[in-house]
């Protein structure tokens, strides 16, 4: 064990003997995202660099404090790329990015490809972590089929640091494509949800798509963008087809490019607060979902599957039950502004047998409780 790793295993070993809370943070870029912040600060940043990249195979394995930028800039260079497209926040205050590859594990969050190219935790082969002991433990591996029994790994995705400090972690990654177009159509929320499902059935290389209300524009114009991605013959196709099903107009790669990118890190104007009271919430409901009966402006991922709008809190029980009624869940992305004003619980709760199953591993992997105490659910 390095001395960076034997810091950090003495310092859980000791929390965990006192019963201090402990709170990981790596760059600090989703400080904003789960309950609270409580406990001692446990920097993870010198747990920094990638140490195993084998392009031919697509794995890279990387140590958890290493920033998310680094590791994308080695991956471009070989082009290559993490599909599920991870956002990348900046800590408040920051000039730019500084998410690390821990952190995204942690939390799980995908960007806009992930309806057609998977989440987080489809590209998780392994990890090794400490836990609420001090001990390293390693899981999985660094190919596909390296399971037998749980897979640990992926359930390390978007437990919020819960478990265990994750310390390194395998990834498989992908080839960039070698070809992409955007396409733009303006329709109304009901029409672009029943274009993309009957796309959606279609041999289509579609990869990432939007809806909005462009408030930015004369008219207010409803639009949906459509993202192709694949091999040059299939996306040229794809294009023609589609703008024959519906008029449409198809973007420059060098306009379209940043507006994708400013959708992966919410830097869209759609993401910035109407009001100091207003929260972020995420509606997580099937891609059938039909439009949603709430009064307030949508910004629609993942070919329906992913909503978000602004709302007070006061809107928690009529966003839950709204979703639920679709089949999903609502969470609070980002709480207000102004003061503490958010919901008790910014996840949906747990309901039983989950509750149970979510306390009994906790115990598990850190009998103390001294993980990121209360930044999943308050109860643990």
């Not at 001692?40 to 392009?55: A, F, K, Q």
């Not at 589609?242 to 940043?258: H, I």
């Not at 007070?312 to 029980?317: F, I, K, R, S």
């Amino acid at each position: 064990m390095d001395s960076s790793l034997q810091h950090l295993s003495d310092r859980v070993r000791d929390a965990a003997a006192r019963g201090t809370p402990l709170r990981i943070r790596g760059g600090g870029s989703k400080d904003f995202y789960g309950q609270s912040l409580q406990g001692d600060l446990l920097d993870v940043t010198s747990l920094n660099g990638i140490t195993c990249y084998e392009p031919s195979e697509l794995v890279v394995t990387v140590r958890a404090g290493t920033p998310l930028a680094d590791l994308e800039a080695a991956l471009a260079e070989r082009g290559q790329c993490l599909a599920f497209e991870p956002p990348r926040f900046a800590r408040t205050g920051a000039p730019q990015s500084t998410g690390t590859c821990g952190g995204m594990v942690a939390t799980g969050l995908s960007g806009p490809a992930r309806a057609n190219a998977g989440a987080v935790r489809d590209f998780v082969l392994g990890v090794t972590l400490l836990n609420g002991r001090g001990e390293l433990l390693t899981f999985g591996g660094q190919v596909m089929k390296n399971v037998a029994g749980y897979d640990v790994s992926r359930l390390m995705v978007g437990a919020m640091g819960t478990l265990g400090l994750l310390t390194e972690i395998s990834l498989k990654v992908l080839p960039v494509a070698p070809a992409e177009a955007t396409l733009v159509y303006q329709l109304d929320q009901a029409s672009a949800l029943a274009q993309l499902h009957r796309w959606g059935g279609q041999p289509l290389p579609l990869n990432a798509s939007c809806w909005v209300r462009d408030a930015t524009s004369a008219g207010n114009p409803e639009l949906l963008f459509v993202r192709l991605r694949g091999a040059v013959a299939a996306v040229e196709a794809a294009c023609a087809r589609m703008t024959r099903d519906v008029p449409g107009t198809r973007m420059d790669n060098a306009v379209a490019g940043p507006d994708w990118t400013a959708c992966r890190d919410q830097t869209l104007p759609f993401f910035s607060p109407p009001a100091p009271e207003m929260g972020l919430w995420r509606l997580s409901v099937p891609q059938t979902a039909p439009v949603l009966d709430l009064p307030y402006a949508q910004f629609i991922e993942w070919h329906g599957g992913q909503r978000w709008l602004w709302a007070l809190p006061q809107a928690q029980e009529e966003l839950r039950r709204i979703a639920a009624a679709a089949g999903g869940n609502a969470t609070l992305f980002i709480a207000p502004e102004a003061g503490n004003t958010g919901p008790k619980s910014r996840f949906n709760p747990l309901k039983p047998p989950l509750d149970r199953i979510h306390q009994r591993l906790k115990a598990e992997f850190d009998p103390a409780g001294i993980f990121n105490r209360g930044r999943l659910y308050s109860d643990f």
